[in-house]
């Protein structure tokens, strides 16, 4: 999943502040997951906004609204009815949810009100990891399923480093060294033959290589 | 503060296991203060929501308490450290709006159950206030 | 006449090699490389010149080669990755060459994080051993990556680091064995204070026949108090102080510490010379760079060999 947190109160604030009428959304999917964008997040940002416009005397309405999904149109369109009630949408979406309600209403005022951060796992109750970099040439079939390009605090693919001490990240030592994962990983599974050879360097192209990056496919369309 | 709680509009969210007869102890007190308390009987403070913190203030109450059975004592093992958690969090999102955090507190009920909400509710009613009125009513009210 | 890497052909003719550490300043002065040279000519073979260590800005790597070679050492360029993608990595590899440096050892570098730029994006478009294997393609095929031809390769002796003390450790000598096939020439170790490790780590790479295939020099580090082998014990990743070093720094009066560093750092010297397979010793004095002289000449390395 996508996964964010909310942005701090006074920054949602400056970006709202020239505005009467907001409307709050929220999307159901990833960020309804990390519990940073879902109806729950939007009910308790709605309510702490309307509260401190109240307190500050400010005369400001603020509606709440969620959509199953922020990043497509089919989902987007239930705004379409209600949108031009609002000044600006305050969106809980991810960053490709935000984008994407702009561009279906191309007039509409929209801020954000998350930063979208990773694209991980919920490892377990109230906590989050990142161990995928989307980028675009998956090498985990090589690497006992631990990306060492995410998990590797500097993406080696011909790891361990130099300063993995007792399975733990130098560079954070709550974090778990990916390559004495990957080495005990494939040790367990007999194929230390893996790591033989030496890995070319990445095709980063598949991932920046000529801007934002599309998938087309003939058979999906209508 | 000199003031008491007793001028406050008091919202009280607790777990009723901590009194099997809260239904009837509460009645009396709702009667003489009317509007001014709110009682919210969950089956267990764990199932407490930061949400139901914001509405509760965003509604008009001056404070909050959330009353827990005590430690060690949670019908469902660890209900009350789920709630001591859910406060905190919701703390720090009034903070961040300018109110303060003590407009949230978390009781214990005492060791010995059970006990009379009513006669807990009234002990509190007593104390010193921390806080006085809201912000978000006081504008508005 | 094209020059020769004084370190190949000190280790070619089986000689024990001596190489230190140079850090270039926080700062655009040339003299304090110039006298840091001086300080070090006569008593190593080669120098080595950090990049950025520890994640920190100085005067670049390269212009300190550069000056170094000027002043008739033969210098070491460290490179490392995390500060350029392969582009520039390659050109500054051709640069190199160009300016008559003859050696590299080639890093992935310590994390930004560490530094004073910690808001640095860490590039690591290609990690040290792809850069060793880079290195040796350029040379030795006239290659850059994807295949395109060089006018005139790079002519450089490639190195790599090797840390024995890290985990996992009993892959450590696989990776060795890696850096080895990538192309590496010679090795230069992490500080070795823990030598029953050290040799344990030895005895793998004998085991694999890597010995053999490239050569292999000891890190050296004084230690200049009790303090500091605390610190390093405690705070610097992938860094094996063991305690009976930490308790024999200890054991003398605080100014006789340096004095007991030292002592170490010779002995240590002495003990690498007898393990088969270690062809020499890096001596990494931080900030140090006089003390160098005398571990040489007590380990009894001096005069170095002309070659």
Redesign the interface.
Same mark, same amino acid.
């Given at each position: 999943m996508i996964t964010a947190e909310r942005k701090p109160i006074s920054e949602i604030k400056e970006m709202i502040a020239p505005y009467k009428k907001i409307l709050v959304v929220g999307c159901g999917s990833c960020v309804a997951e990390c519990a940073s964008g879902g109806e729950k997040e939007v009910g308790l940002l709605a309510s702490a906004l309307r509260m401190d416009s109240k307190a500050s005397g400010k005369d400001v309405e603020i509606k709440e609204m969620t959509l199953d999904r922020q990043c497509v149109y089919e989902f987007i369109d239930q705004l379409t009815d209600v949108v031009d009630q609002y000044d600006v949408i305050l969106s809980l979406g991810c960053g490709a949810g935000v984008q994407a309600v702009a561009e279906v209403f191309p007039k509409v005022h929209i801020v954000p009100a998350l930063n979208t951060t990773f694209i991980g796992q919920t490892k377990e109750a109230g906590l989050w990891i990142e161990n995928c970099r989307g980028c675009g040439d998956c090498k985990l079939g090589f690497f006992a399923a631990v990306c060492p390009v995410t998990r590797c605090a500097k993406g080696l693919f011909n790891g361990p480093c130099g300063g993995s001490k007792t399975d733990r990240c130098e560079v954070d030592p709550d974090v778990p060294c990916a390559w004495q994962l990957i080495v005990s990983r494939l040790e367990d599974m007999g194929r230390l033959d893996l790591l033989c050879k030496v890995h070319p360097p990445a095709d980063w192209s598949k991932q920046q290589g000529k801007g934002p990056r599309k998938i087309y496919r003939e058979d999906q369309r209508s | 503060m000199d003031q008491k709680n007793a001028g406050l509009n008091i919202s009280i969210f607790f777990c009723q296991q901590i009194d099997p007869n809260q239904d009837v102890n509460r009645r009396a007190l709702e009667r003489e203060l009317g509007n001014r308390i709110r009682f919210f009987p969950l089956p267990c403070s764990g199932r407490i929501?930061?949400?139901h913190l914001?509405?509760a +203030?965003?509604s008009g109450a001056d404070k909050v308490y959330v009353i827990t059975c005590p430690e060690g004592a949670c019908h469902y093992r660890e209900g009350n450290m789920r709630a001591r958690k859910r406060v905190a969090y919701t703390q720090g999102?009034?903070e961040?709006?300018? +109110?303060e955090g003590e407009r949230l507190e978390l009781i214990m009920a005492p060791a010995g159950l059970p006990v009379n909400i009513d006669e807990l509710a009234r002990d509190l009613l007593s104390s010193e206030a921390t806080t006085g009125p809201?912000?978000?009513?006081?504008?508005?009210a | 006449m094209m020059t020769e890497s004084r370190l190949k052909k000190v280790l070619q003719s089986g000689n024990f090699a001596v190489t230190a550490e140079c850090g270039p300043p926080k700062g655009a002065d040339p003299e304090v490389i110039k006298s840091k040279g001086k300080i070090l000519k006569d008593y190593v073979d080669s120098v080595n010149v950090t990049d950025n260590q520890t994640g920190v800005v100085r005067l670049c790597s390269l212009a300190a080669c550069a000056l170094l070679k000027a002043e008739g050492l033969d210098p070491v360029l460290q490179m490392v990755t995390r500060d350029r993608n392969r582009i520039a990595l390659q050109s500054d590899v051709l640069g190199a060459s160009a300016l008559g440096i003859r050696n590299i050892l080639c890093l992935s570098g310590d994390h930004q994080s560490f530094g004073n730029q910690p808001q640095a994006k860490g590039v690591f478009d290609i990690d040290s051993i792809q850069f060793v294997q880079t290195v040796r393609t350029m040379r030795d095929a006239g290659e850059v990556i994807g295949g395109d031809k060089l006018t005139e390769p790079p002519h450089l002796f490639i190195g790599a680091a090797a840390n024995p003390f890290a985990d996992p450790f009993k892959y450590r000598a696989a990776r060795l064995a890696t850096k080895v096939d990538a192309g590496a020439e010679f090795i230069q170790t992490q500080c070795i204070y823990n030598l029953d490790r050290f040799k344990q780590w030895m005895d793998l790479v004998r085991d694999s026949g890597l010995d053999s295939k490239v050569y292999i020099l000891g890190g050296i580090t004084p230690l200049k108090s009790a303090r500091m082998a605390e610190y390093m014990a405690k705070n610097v990743a992938g860094m094996d102080v063991p305690e009976e070093i930490i308790n024999r720094m200890k054991s003398v009066p605080a100014k006789e510490q340096r004095q007991e560093g030292v002592k170490i750092a010779v002995e240590t010297v002495q003990a690498l010379q007898a393990i088969k397979g270690v062809h020499g010793v890096h001596i990494m004095a931080i900030e140090w760079e006089d003390v160098v002289q005398q571990i040489v000449q007590e380990a009894k390395l001096f005069p170095r060999p002309q070659v």
């Open positions: - | 929501d930061s949400l914001m509405r +203030l965003e999102l009034i961040e709006i300018g +109110l809201s912000p978000v009513r006081g504008k508005t | -």
